[in-house]
């Protein structure tokens, strides 16, 4: 239904029971999985309600509790404004004000999945053998309190309760832009759960599904602007409003508990046996170049996606970015034509309607541009296949990063390693020292050949200088 037609916020239905407890309230979970469970459970029913949770700050329970917890999603095209409804979010908890209830809530056993959009910092992996951090401040209060603040410290912990009171187990279901997203988050629990009990470690390795994904669709964060042009064209104040392009995709491994899941088929979802392919294929050609806009994009003035494609030196990196380098560094999914792929990003980059700011994907480079850039880099690399613009991309993020800093703004840098970060920056006095430090970084590049990139890295990073222009961009690079 369209916003347009009703009154107020108000639920004129009953909630939908609810099925599903969220991690993450943010945008993106709100503009993509939730309006996929709405049309899912108008076309097929289900129990599919959604307990959100939010792990860092009251806002959005605060401004869902005034409206029964709906809200207006609007999809933002050339064509202009059109507004959906969303009504299947039946309650919002705030985790540090009442961790015992986001657990219960976990643990009710008709609760048969528990997702999450907690970013890839929500993960708290770290590097060494373990994916967990166990040295991260939320996973060590975790591992000693029944009462967790971390997204992997509720998943066990609520699992445990489970697991004490022969309650069959939820599906947990990452959505989170992350290689393998689900068995990540499966041996990150099972690390957990270890030091609690190997017969519940057992258990959940037998019992417990972590299907991968491969979420895709552009969110910009909502600004005032958003709200005040959705209330003249509905009539309603919203302020939990979430903008949105036309394009979406969700591609799910079919493994649930029970088989208990909302029926997606028919929205156009895509159940697979392995979602590496499509991951790759969106990680890599999707975020790889949205992280090349965000840091070029950003030192050559640009605020905006739409803005800095339309810059044509950029235009043409981003272009042989994807065709020189990337495509050639994944297997395609089935049937799918990267040249199409590539073509079509292009456009939804373009679209005008959508203020997507670099500066909100410039953030967390740390935990983006492994899975983005260096892993592929690195891949080219030891092919013999060209890696070039990926290092430019490296390139760029250090500048980006030794901009963030300035004397008054010490150690201000947007990213879980910002004081690592921050460190590296102050205790070099060129490039030459500059690239030693970043590569010293371990949790970034401990698991990379990084001396073979070393002089090439310091070469693009004196010819860019402090980088103001994009004439860069145009170098020979063969
Ligand atoms: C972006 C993603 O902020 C970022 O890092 O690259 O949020 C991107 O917009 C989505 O993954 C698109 O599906």
Same mark, same amino acid.
């Given at each position: 239904?369209?916003?347009?037609?009703?009154?107020?916020?108000?639920? =004129?239905?009953?909630?939908?029971?609810?099925?599903?407890?969220?991690?993450?309230?943010?945008? $993106?979970?709100?503009?993509?999985?939730?309006?996929?469970?709405?049309?899912?459970?108008?076309?097929?029913?289900? +129990?599919?309600?959604?307990?959100?949770?939010?792990?860092?700050?009251?806002?959005?329970?605060?401004?869902?509790?005034?409206?029964?917890?709906?809200?207006?999603?609007?999809?933002?095209?050339?064509?202009?404004?059109? =507004?959906?409804?969303?009504?299947?979010? =039946?309650?919002?908890?705030?985790?540090?004000?009442?961790?015992?209830?986001?657990?219960?809530?976990?643990?009710?056993?008709?609760?048969?999945?528990?997702?999450?959009?907690?970013?890839?910092?929500?993960?708290?992996?770290?590097?060494?053998?373990? #994916?967990?951090?166990?040295?991260?401040?939320?996973?060590?209060?975790?591992?000693?309190?029944?009462?967790?603040?971390?997204?992997?410290?509720?998943?066990?912990?609520?699992?445990?309760?489970?697991?004490?009171?022969?309650?069959?187990? $939820?599906?947990?279901?990452?959505?989170?832009?992350?290689?393998?997203?689900?068995?990540?988050?499966?041996?990150? #629990?099972?690390?957990?759960?270890?030091?609690?009990?190997?017969?519940?470690?057992?258990?959940?390795?037998?019992?417990?599904?972590?299907? %991968?994904?491969?979420?895709?669709?552009?969110?910009? %964060?909502?600004?005032?602007?958003?709200?005040?042009?959705?209330? #003249?064209?509905?009539?309603?104040?919203?302020?939990?409003?979430?903008?949105?392009?036309?394009?979406?995709?969700?591609?799910?491994? +079919?493994?649930?508990?029970?088989?208990?899941?909302?029926?997606?088929?028919?929205?156009?979802?895509?159940?697979?046996?392995?979602?590496?392919?499509?991951?790759?294929?969106?990680?890599?050609?999707l975020n790889g170049t949205h992280s090349a806009l965000a840091y070029i994009?950003?030192?050559?003035?640009?605020?905006?996606?739409?803005?800095?494609?339309?810059?044509?030196?950029?235009?043409?990196?981003?272009?042989?970015?994807?065709?020189?380098?990337?495509?050639?560094?994944?297997?395609?999914?089935? +049937?799918?034509?990267?040249?199409?792929?590539?073509?079509?990003?292009?456009?939804?980059?373009?679209?005008?309607?959508?203020?997507?700011?670099l500066?909100?994907i410039a953030?967390?480079g740390?935990?983006k541009l492994?899975q983005r850039i260096?892993?592929?880099?690195?891949?080219?690399?030891?092919?013999?296949?060209?890696? $070039?613009?990926?290092?430019?991309v490296v390139?760029a993020w250090?500048?980006y990063?030794?901009?963030?800093?300035?004397?008054?703004?010490?150690?201000?840098? +947007?990213?879980?390693?910002?004081?690592?970060? =921050?460190?590296?920056?102050?205790?070099?006095?060129?490039?030459?020292?500059?690239?030693?430090?970043?590569?010293?970084?371990?949790?970034?590049?401990?698991?990379?050949?990084?001396?073979?990139?070393?002089?090439?890295?310091?070469?693009?990073?004196?010819?860019?200088?402090?980088?103001?222009?994009?004439?860069?961009?145009?170098?020979?690079?063969?």
């Open positions: 239904m369209s916003v347009e037609n009703c009154n107020s916020l108000r639920r =004129t239905q009953p909630q939908p029971k609810t099925g599903i407890v969220h991690l993450g309230l943010g945008a $993106f979970f709100r503009a993509h999985a939730a309006v996929y469970l709405k049309e899912a459970m108008a076309l097929s029913g289900g +129990d599919w309600g959604v307990v959100g949770v939010s792990l860092r700050s009251s806002g959005m329970r605060d401004k869902l509790v005034q409206q029964d917890f709906l809200y207006t999603a609007v999809e933002m095209s050339e064509r202009g404004l059109a =507004t959906q409804l969303i009504d299947v979010v =039946t309650d919002v908890l705030v985790a540090y004000e009442d961790p015992e209830a986001v657990l219960q809530a976990m643990a009710d056993k008709n609760t048969c999945i528990v997702s999450l959009t907690v970013t890839e910092k929500g993960y708290c992996r770290g590097s060494g053998d373990a #994916v967990l951090d166990f040295q991260h401040k939320d996973i060590r209060h975790d591992l000693s309190s029944k009462l967790p603040r971390s997204g992997p410290g509720f998943l066990v912990r609520a699992l445990e309760r489970r697991w004490r009171n022969n309650i069959r187990p $939820f599906t947990v279901l990452s959505l989170d832009n992350l290689p393998s997203n689900g068995q990540l988050t499966q041996q990150i #629990v099972c690390e957990f759960a270890a030091k609690i009990d190997v017969a519940f470690l057992r258990w959940i390795q037998r019992e417990v599904k972590f299907p %991968s994904t491969m979420v895709d669709r552009i969110v910009p %964060s909502t600004t005032q602007k958003l709200i005040d042009r959705t209330k #003249v064209k509905t009539g309603i104040h919203d302020p939990a409003v979430v903008s949105h392009e036309p394009f979406r995709q969700l591609v799910i491994e +079919d493994s649930f508990v029970d088989n208990k899941r909302p029926d997606f088929s028919p929205l156009g979802a895509q159940l697979v046996r392995n979602v590496k392919p499509f991951e790759d294929m969106k990680l890599r050609m994009g950003s030192l050559a003035g640009h605020e905006t996606v739409a803005n800095a494609i339309k810059e044509e030196s950029i235009e043409i990196f981003i272009e042989a970015l994807w065709h020189e380098e990337i495509v050639k560094s994944f297997e395609a999914p089935p +049937d799918i034509d990267l040249t199409k792929y590539a073509k079509q990003l292009k456009s939804r980059y373009r679209n005008p309607e959508i203020c997507h700011l500066k909100q953030i967390d740390s935990q492994p260096i892993n592929p880099l690195f891949e080219n690399l030891s092919l013999g296949r060209p890696y $070039f613009r990926l290092l430019t390139a250090i500048r990063l030794q901009k963030q800093l300035t004397p008054e703004n010490l150690y201000d840098i +947007d990213d879980p390693l910002s004081q690592e970060i =921050t460190a590296a920056i102050l205790a070099s006095d060129d490039d030459i020292g500059l690239v030693a430090q970043i590569f010293k970084i371990d949790r970034i590049f401990g698991d990379y050949p990084t001396h073979k990139i070393s002089n090439q890295l310091i070469s693009i990073l004196k010819r860019m200088g402090r980088f103001e222009n994009t004439s860069l961009l145009e170098g020979n690079w063969e």
